[in-house]
């Protein structure tokens, strides 16, 4: 936009012009960041806005895709929770899986908001508002999900500032419930699943299932990288001792191999010969006695093959109807790769 620098001086002066800014802090100037339509037409030109109209909506879709994926996974993560997952330190696992699932949310929800803002800017209120209609906490919610009442909301959000929740007002509109509660004739499902034709009463359709399969695909490719380095990271422990075991035998072997004729000298030859073998002595046991207990955590992954594939696992999870015997692999895969590891730095 040749326009663009003389119309910047004339709303910022020269007030700005050295002022250091960080990288990331750069403002693009896109046409929708231009409020004043003759003027972002007078700079652009309707093939740039044109080419940002599309770029906006593309990521509207893209945003709407992701959420719904998301809340597809949230309920089949609650409903796997349920059934399956008993014990303190299991349902602390769960809930930390189902924090970043809900952390996932936000992400596109917030990634629909600005792109359908700045299609609002571009284009104004139009026919276009009824495909992208505007994302409100309560239309965030998978299909058993209702929207939660004021008083549950009151509620929800005096407990997660109590325990210091960081997205306590973006998680208010979240309920996990199949049931019709007292007081609520009918439920209205979000209009974020009708846009797409993806109604659905009991969750088992197939772009439900397809989401899991892309689920799985990934967590078991993260898997098979966190199975690898549990290999990789033993065997460099396993080379470490054993290096040291040679390194010690090799000293010990150097005693009285001097040439030197001075008696001194073999003699502190010997010495540091001796001492050398020690410190590599000291660092087997050490290494030996610290590694001890990953090592033997370890060894049933470095002994046992690589997670199995998609087909190995009985059944076709198109097919079914809604058992949970379909979408436990998907879910414990999942589970275990995120949350347990040896050296994961996630």
Known sequence: MPALAKYLASQQGNTSQNKYVEPENVALYLPSQIAIAETRVTLCGKFLIKIE???????????LDDLRRQLRNRMF???FKVKNVVGQHPLTRARKWQATIDDRVIVAKHNYRRARAALLTLRGPGHWEEELQELLDDDVRALNERALTEQE???RAHMLQAVGHPNAEEVLSQRVDGTVQLGEGQRTISWIWYQGGLVSGEGDDLQMHEALRIEWAKACARALRWWEEVVLLDEEMRRSIEFCEWQAKWWVMQDGKST???GGMREGLSAYAAEQAAANRALTANWTLRWADVRRKAKDVVDSDALPTPSSFSGDSTTSSGSSSSITPIIDVFLEEEDEG???GD
Do not use: M, S, T
């Not at 109209?53 to 945003?63: F, I």
């Open 53 to 63: 109209e599309d770029l906006r909506v593309g990521q509207a879709h893209d945003a």
């Open 77 to 79: 993560a609650n409903q």
């Open 153 to 155: 909301k009151a509620n």
């Open 260 to 262: 030197a004729h001075d």
């Open 342 to 344: 040896f050296g994961d």
